[in-house]
């Protein structure tokens, strides 16, 4: 009567991920521990919090009724720059990443042609946008030029990266044919590594263009130029409605720009 | 040399396809120089000339790093810490009821539910955790929960679009399986659902933690606690050494957590 017997066995779930028992159990404890250890460690000053949910409901409202008239110069100033900054960046990034990519690219360059550019990839990507714009701002001055030169120097990184990889990833066949043709190396870029490449170069310059504007943003905080010192301006003068105003609006154009830059891509590739 | 009228010379493009072509490339330019010459109107050129001495004069100040300032920056580290995996916490349980309600095939209501939450996502994405932070400092006070909340709010859209496309894309034909059996809409989610997209949830989770682990670090700029605090003040005091120190830091975190994220993806997916 064995079959009975194993007919009362339940069946139970089996764990997805960790299949040690052990390990689940380490890993579950150590984050208990690591939990109570950082919650306890975080000092809240609860009375200061309560006093904050009047001025929030009242961002709530000013972002529910936004103000764009009083500040309206100002917002254009900031958004205008931001555009164009936004614009002008990824245009010079994608002329610098497009060499940079094909020096990166195992496949079309030389071991030492490949170390240097792989290493400008890796400065580029390593810091933060906000940290190259203290930089620059300290270099060159406020405004919407050292904003530029920030979106700029992130993009090369993000740019590059991305097009070597596709390069590498290029049907080989096609390059060997056009090179059997007796193609010279720029023909070989031309011919049968850029047919190729183009739509998703297309596609990510689009994807950095959605990217830097909402950086650009950002950067007006520490001086860089853009409606991201507008908005700055606005909440530290606890003027909610404008500050609600430039979110919808910074909302909008993301949204407008994400739209637009996947229709494209669909309509590329 | 008679050539024959009907033998046609290869082109790379038709005619129209050129011109098409360069009437694009036309455009963009022509846009581009328009954005750059409105972007440089208020430049100052004269700064922009000086940067070369500038930048010699802060590398100067930034050199040698002063290390005895490392003993205060554990504090900071931690603190930052907290904000990204906290932030990241609040951020993930938040997003998996968005994921849920906005993903097609398991949102209550594809008219009036589903717009909410991708509004949610949205909103939450468009705008940077710098954003949030600058607007949580001034509604819940300076410090650590500003910066958490800021982090996590900034989660939420990141985390639950890429979760609701992964909710998206499962195999239907286990959810019918389920569901044959005489599962409720929980159990269905449970069994059938859960066990697919969990790989995806752990690897889209680490992911973010490693941006927000990036992000957080500058967060204290505008008051939000972590080394981006201690940044701010060594900035207003123009102690470039110390500045040097922390951008070390910063950048072995970067490091250390990328390498972290990148092993645990690969445990999991």
């Known amino acids: 009567m064995t079959g009975a017997i194993t007919s009362l066995r339940t069946w139970k779930r089996p764990p997805v991920l960790l299949k040690d028992p052990r390990w689940r159990w380490t890993i579950l404890l150590g984050s208990a521990i690591y939990l109570v250890l950082a919650i306890s460690s975080v000092e809240v000053n609860w009375f200061r919090v309560y006093e904050g949910l009047e001025r929030g409901w009242k961002f709530i409202q000013g972002f529910l009724s936004p103000d764009f008239n009083s500040r309206w110069r100002d917002i254009q100033a900031g958004l205008i720059e931001s555009l164009t900054m936004t614009l002008t960046s990824t245009v010079a990034g994608v002329l610098i990443s497009v060499p940079i990519g094909l020096g990166a690219a195992r496949n079309l360059a030389p071991l030492p042609m490949y170390t240097i550019c792989r290493s400008i990839i890796t400065l580029s990507r390593s810091f933060q946008e906000i940290i190259i714009a203290i930089l620059l701002v300290a270099m060159f001055g406020f405004g919407p030029f050292a904003g530029f030169l920030t979106l700029t120097f992130a993009s090369i990184g993000f740019l590059s990266k991305l097009l070597a990889e596709d390069i590498e990833d290029c049907d080989s066949a096609q390059i060997e044919a056009i090179r059997a043709t007796g193609a010279d190396w720029w023909q070989v870029v031309n011919y049968a590594v850029q047919s190729q490449v183009m739509p998703r170069l297309i596609g990510l310059s689009l994807y950095r263009l959605d990217i830097n504007f909402r950086e650009s943003s950002v950067i007006g905080i520490v001086g860089a130029g853009g409606v991201g010192a507008t908005l700055n301006t606005a909440i530290d003068r606890y003027e909610y409605d404008s500050a609600g105003a430039i979110l919808i609006i910074i909302i909008a154009i993301v949204l407008v720009v994400e739209y637009s830059s996947s229709y494209i891509r669909r309509w590329v590739q | ?269």
């Open chain 2, 1 to 269: 040399m008679i050539t024959n009228a009907n033998t046609q010379t290869w082109q790379f493009r038709t005619p129209k396809q050129y011109m098409l072509r360069w009437a694009g490339w036309f455009w963009l330019v022509a846009l581009t120089v328009f954005c750059w010459n409105l972007m440089t109107e208020d430049t100052i050129w004269a700064f922009v000339a000086d940067a070369p001495r500038q930048a010699s004069d802060i590398g100067g100040r930034m050199l040698p790093p002063r290390w005895g300032y490392l003993n205060e920056l554990w504090q900071p580290l931690w603190d930052t810490l907290n904000i990204a995996t906290l932030g990241t916490l609040i951020g993930v349980i938040i997003a998996i009821p968005v994921a849920f309600l906005a993903a097609e095939n398991t949102t209550p209501s594809r008219h009036f539910v589903r717009p909410l939450a991708l509004l949610i996502i949205v909103t939450s994405r468009s705008i940077n955790s710098l954003i949030w932070a600058l607007l949580l400092v001034a509604i819940i006070g300076p410090g650590l929960l500003a910066g958490i909340v800021a982090i996590g709010l900034r989660s939420i859209g990141f985390v639950a679009k890429l979760l609701y496309e992964a909710i998206e894309e499962i195999d239907e034909s286990q959810v019918e399986a389920v569901r044959a059996t005489g599962a409720s809409g929980t159990q269905v989610i449970d069994y059938a659902i859960i066990p697919q997209v969990l790989p995806a949830f752990w690897g889209i989770s680490v992911f973010r933690w490693d941006i927000n682990i990036r992000e957080s670090t500058i967060l204290g700029l505008v008051g939000a606690g972590g080394l981006g605090l201690q940044l701010q003040s060594s900035l207003s005091t123009l102690a470039w050494n110390q500045v040097t120190v922390i951008f070390l830091v910063i950048l072995a975190t970067v490091v250390v957590s990328e390498w972290v994220s990148a092993k645990v993806r690969q445990a999991v997916l």
